[in-house]
C-alpha cells in the first residue's frame, strides 16, 4: 500500500488536544484517514460522525498493534497522557501510562516501520535549577514533578528510537494551553482555561495559584498548527528530535485577571495557592523556541489580548444558556 493512503492514529483523542487535533487532521487528510482512539468511550457524535473511532488503553500493547494492524496505520499522534495535577495524586497511574504507553507506540511504530510519530512533551520537563527565564532549547533536566520525571524519560526515549531504529519521531514541549472546546485533563496551567468559564457563568474565579505566579502559554490554534507543521517539516530540517522548546505568550494570574476585567469590569478573582503552586513555580516564566523558529519556521499568531477576545466569544455563545441573567 502507498505510504500515502495510509492512515493515522491518535491516542488519547477525546482530551484537550485530540478534541480539536482530530478534526483539524481529517479536513486535511479525509475522515476515514485519522483515526481517532481513547481509553474513555464516550466519544461526541461530531467525532463518530465524522471518521472511525475506537476504544484503546494504550497500556494494552497488544490491543495497540491489533488496532494498528487492522486500520494499516502509518502515523500516530501520541496524545494519551496523565497531566501534572492528576500525575501528583495518582504517580504510579502517571509512570504507567506515560512511559509505557509511549513505548508500546513507539515499539509498534518501529515494528512496523511507520513513516511518523508525534509526541507532545511539555515545559514540565524543567525543574527549579532550570533557569527560568527565556528557559533554552538545551539545559538542565531536573523536574520534580512525577509528570516532569515521565516526560524527560520520554524524551530520552523518542531520541533512542530516532538514533537506535530510525524510528522519525518529532515532538514539541508545549506550554500550558488554553482552549474552548474541551476542559484540560487536570494539569497545573489549567487554571488560565478555567478562570474563562467561571467568568461568564460566575463572574467571580477561585484561582489555585497566587497572583504574580507567572508561566507560559499557548492558545489552542497556535498549538494545533505548530504540531501539524513540525509533522511536515523535513526531516533533515530538525535538529531535536526529543522536543523543541516551544512558546507563544507568557503572563501572570494576575495579568490574565485584569484582561478579563477590562472585557467584564466586575469580574472578579481570590488567591488560594494549593499543591498546585509547587509545580507551577518549579516551571519556566518564559521559553527560548528560536531553534523551532530557526529549524521549521515557528512562529505564534495569539498574543493575551486576541486570546482573550476570542475565548469570551467563543465560551458565550457555547454558555449562553447557562449563563446566569442580571
Ligand atoms: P488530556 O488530559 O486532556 O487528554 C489525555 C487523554 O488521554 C484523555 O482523553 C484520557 O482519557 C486519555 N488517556 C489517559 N490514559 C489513557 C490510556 N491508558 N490509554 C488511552 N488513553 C488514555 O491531555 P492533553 O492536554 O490533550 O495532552 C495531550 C498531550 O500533550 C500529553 O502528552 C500532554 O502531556 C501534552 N501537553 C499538554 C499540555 C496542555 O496544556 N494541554 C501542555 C503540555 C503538554
Ligand atoms: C500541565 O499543566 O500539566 C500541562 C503542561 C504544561 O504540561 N498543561
Request: glycine letters at 8%.
Amino acid at each position: 500500500m502507498a505510504e500515502k493512503t495510509k492512515r493515522i492514529l491518535v491516542t488519547g483523542a477525546l482530551g484537550q488536544i485530540g478534541s480539536e487535533l482530530v478534526h483539524r487532521l481529517r479536513e486535511m487528510y479525509g475522515g476515514d484517514g485519522v483515526v481517532a482512539s481513547d481509553m474513555r468511550d464516550r466519544a461526541p457524535a461530531a467525532m463518530t460522525d465524522s471518521g472511525p473511532f475506537e476504544h484503546l488503553d494504550v497500556l494494552d500493547a497488544e490491543g495497540l498493534a491489533a488496532l494498528c494492524r487492522q486500520y494499516e496505520i502509518g502515523q500516530v499522534y501520541h496524545l494519551a497522557a496523565i497531566l501534572s495535577g492528576v500525575g501528583e495524586l495518582k504517580p504510579d497511574l502517571a509512570y504507567n501510562v506515560n512511559m509505557t504507553g509511549l513505548k508500546n507506540v513507539l515499539d509498534v511504530a518501529k515494528e512496523m516501520k511507520m513513516s511518523r510519530v508525534m509526541v507532545p512533551s511539555s515545559i514540565a520537563v524543567f525543574g527549579p535549577s532550570t533557569p527560568r527565564d527565556n528557559t533554552p532549547q538545551e539545559t538542565l533536566l531536573r523536574p520534580i514533578s512525577m509528570y516532569g520525571v515521565t516526560k524527560v524519560g520520554g524524551e530520552l526515549l523518542c531520541d533512542y528510537y530516532w538514533q537506535k531504529y530510525g524510528l522519525d519521531v518529532r515532538g514539541v514541549r508545549y506550554p500550558g494551553l488554553i482552549s474552548h472546546t474541551t476542559l484540560p485533563g487536570g494539569g497545573t496551567t489549567d487554571y488560565a482555561v478555567a478562570i474563562y468559564y467561571d467568568a461568564i457563568l460566575k463572574g467571580s474565579f477561585e484561582c489555585f495559584v497566587s497572583e504574580d505566579t507567572v508561566l507560559p502559554m499557548m492558545y489552542m490554534p497556535d498549538a494545533l498548527r505548530a504540531l501539524i507543521e513540525l509533522a511536515q517539516a523535513p526531516s533533515q530540517n530538525l535538529r531535536y528530535r526529543n522536543a523543541y522548546n516551544l512558546t507563544a505568550l507568557s503572563f501572570s494570574a494576575g495579568e490574565l485577571a485584569s484582561c478579563i476585567q477590562e472585557r467584564i469590569p466586575d469580574f472578579k478573582i481570590i488567591y488560594k495557592p494549593d499543591y498546585h503552586q509547587e509545580i507551577a513555580d518549579s516551571w519556566p516564566r518564559s521559553i527560548d523556541d528560536s531553534a523551532a523558529a530557526a529549524d521549521w519556521n515557528w512562529a505564534p499568531e495569539y498574543d493575551l489580548g486576541k486570546m482573550t477576545d476570542d475565548m469570551l466569544a467563543e465560551l458565550r455563545k457555547r454558555l449562553k444558556d447557562e449563563v446566569v441573567s442580571g
